[in-house]
């Protein structure tokens, strides 16, 4: 009797076990943050609770190695099952059908999910009439000012408009100590890239792609991207904005920012541990970009969370994907200073009550994603040197651009 208890014991066992469905989750979490701890402590754990049926086996992978890693993997067609993935990276592996198309598996789900989302995170998983993944955590960069210089110039607060940001950058432009040399600048940034430079041509009302994402003619050297870029060169050439945008000499823009030799910079929610790290006692004063013909724009980063093409567990791979993305996870990654993707946390007291992200989710429902295409990592390169031959290249703002469509259409026919 007893060792017919203990078969049957062992046979309840075996198909208990048997029953649990195992899904890998690859991600770059940094195992000293708050993020993995409360992935490992508490969000993974509490999945498993509500989803007794399914185990979910995570895997730290650093950032710099993960891009590798995916392309080994899909050579192969051994993906993890769930991948926290960079948004720019997204559009790639979609284009060559390693990643499950949500809207495609899960129609039903997907569209009622899918509004929940604000649009720039969102933006980030569509190629080709599909969506590759969900947003699973965002950024965008605000303008941070300096109220002391500006109280100093008479300046009741931050610019609201593009026309104000454009005289505010002058005005606090000067030689302090009358040496003939400027010490303090209006505006500071650290490179020209289209991470640094969206926020300026989409405000102004220009565009790097059309809507489709498989355009640039008319687009990156619409008159609106002309003109943003021909007014960031005067201002540059005029001495108005700091050395740092082409890699010059001189203090960072954080340090410059807190010690007042930078009176506006343009960063993203970072910049507060950082520069609270350095600077305790620094007030830091968040405000959204400036406003031109384009509203006040400005540019999308973050990470989605996909689903390999190669699964064999896309249902527990879904169900996954979802709770990462539903309001009481996205809202306990608040208190790790993750920002969330869903629209319903915007105003919610977590954010509201927060130091900082108020301003940036504010910022979120108007931020453009880099144009999310397979062949962005060139368009990227392209923009970037388009901006730095108008800058310091001697081009015109109008050459630079039209240069850049001619080189990106060459890119966009790859895809076609």
């Given at each position: 009797m007893?060792?017919?208890?203990?078969?049957?014991?062992?046979?309840?066992?075996?198909?208990?076990?048997?029953?649990?469905?195992?899904?890998?989750?690859?991600?770059?979490?940094?195992?000293?943050?708050?993020?993995?701890?409360?992935?490992?402590?508490?969000?993974?754990?509490?999945?498993?609770?509500?989803?007794?049926?399914?185990?979910?086996?995570?895997?730290?992978?650093?950032?710099?190695?993960?891009?590798?890693r995916?392309?080994?993997?899909?050579?192969t067609?051994?993906?993890?099952?769930v991948?926290?993935?960079?948004?720019?990276?997204?559009?790639q592996?979609?284009?060559?059908?390693?990643?499950?198309?949500?809207?495609?598996?899960?129609?039903?789900?997907?569209?009622?999910?899918?509004?929940?989302?604000?649009?720039?995170?969102?933006?980030?998983?569509?190629?080709?009439?599909n969506?590759y993944?969900?947003?699973l955590?965002t950024?965008?960069?605000v303008l941070?000012?300096?109220k002391?210089?500006?109280?100093?110039?008479?300046?009741a607060?931050?610019?609201?408009?593009?026309?104000?940001?454009?005289?505010?950058?002058?005005?606090?432009?000067?030689?302090?100590?009358?040496?003939?040399?400027?010490?303090?600048?209006?505006?500071?940034d650290?490179?020209l890239?289209?991470w640094?430079?969206?926020?300026?041509?989409?405000?102004?009302?220009?565009?790097?792609?059309?809507?489709?994402?498989?355009?640039?003619?008319?687009?990156?050297?619409?008159?609106?991207?002309?003109?943003?870029l021909?007014?960031?060169?005067?201002?540059?050439?005029?001495?108005?904005?700091?050395?740092t945008?082409?890699g010059?000499?001189?203090i960072?823009?954080?340090?410059g920012?807190?010690?007042?030799i930078?009176?506006m910079?343009?960063a993203?929610p970072?910049?507060?541990?950082?520069?609270?790290?350095?600077?305790?006692?620094?007030?830091?004063n968040?405000?959204?970009?400036?406003?031109?013909?384009?509203g006040?724009?400005s540019?999308?980063?973050?990470?989605?969370?996909?689903?390999?093409?190669?699964?064999e567990?896309?249902?527990?791979?879904?169900e996954?994907?979802?709770?990462?993305?539903?309001?009481?996870?996205?809202?306990?990654?608040?208190e790790?200073?993750?920002?969330?993707?869903?629209k319903d946390?915007?105003?919610?007291?977590?954010?509201?009550?927060?130091?900082?992200?108020?301003?940036?989710?504010?910022q979120?429902e108007?931020?453009?994603?880099?144009?999310?295409?397979?062949?962005?990592?060139?368009?990227?390169?392209?923009?970037?040197?388009?901006?730095q031959?108008?800058?310091?290249?001697?081009?015109?703002?109008?050459?630079?651009?039209?240069?850049a469509?001619?080189?990106?259409?060459?890119?966009?026919?790859?895809?076609?």
């Open positions: 007893r060792k017919l208890l203990l078969v049957l014991t062992l046979l309840i066992a075996g198909a208990v076990i048997f029953g649990v469905e195992e899904i890998t989750f690859w991600h770059t979490y940094s195992t000293n943050s708050g993020e993995y701890k409360l992935l490992t402590e508490k969000i993974i754990p509490e999945f498993e609770r509500l989803h007794p049926n399914i185990r979910v086996v995570e895997t730290q992978v650093n950032y710099d190695d993960m891009r590798q995916l392309i080994v993997s899909t050579a067609g051994e993906l993890a099952d991948i926290r993935m960079d948004i720019i990276w997204v559009p592996f979609g284009d060559i059908e390693v990643l499950l198309p949500l809207n495609k598996a899960f129609p039903e789900e997907f569209n009622a999910l899918k509004d929940e989302f604000l649009p720039g995170p969102l933006s980030t998983c569509f190629w080709k009439g969506y993944g969900l947003p955590d950024n965008t960069r941070l000012w300096n002391r210089l500006f109280e100093e110039a008479g300046l607060g931050p610019p609201e408009t593009m026309e104000e940001f454009i005289d505010y950058i002058k005005m606090l432009t000067k030689d302090k100590d009358g040496d003939g040399q400027i010490d303090q600048w209006g505006y500071a650290y490179g890239g289209p640094n430079s969206i926020p300026w041509t989409y405000s102004f009302g220009g565009y790097i792609l059309d809507p489709s994402n498989s355009k640039a003619e008319g687009y990156v050297n619409s008159q609106e991207s002309i003109e943003a021909r007014t960031f060169k005067d201002l540059y050439e005029g001495g108005y904005i700091a050395d945008v082409v010059g000499g001189g960072g823009t954080f340090e920012y807190a010690e007042g930078y009176a910079i343009i993203g970072w910049s507060w541990p950082i520069i609270k790290g350095q600077y305790p006692d620094a007030e830091i968040y405000a959204l970009f400036p406003a031109g013909k384009g006040s724009r540019v999308v980063g973050g990470e989605d969370i996909v689903i390999s093409a190669f699964s567990h896309k249902e527990a791979a879904w996954f994907a979802k709770y990462m993305t539903s309001y009481e996870v996205q809202k306990a990654f608040v790790v200073s993750q920002m969330p993707v869903r946390l915007v105003n919610d007291p977590v954010i509201q009550n927060h130091p900082y992200f108020q301003t940036y989710m504010k979120l108007t931020a453009v994603a880099r144009s999310p295409h397979p062949g962005w990592n060139q368009i990227n390169d392209v923009v970037d040197l388009a901006w031959n108008a800058i310091v290249g001697g081009y015109t703002a109008e050459d630079a651009l039209t240069e469509a001619l080189d990106i259409e060459d890119i966009l026919a790859e895809y076609k």
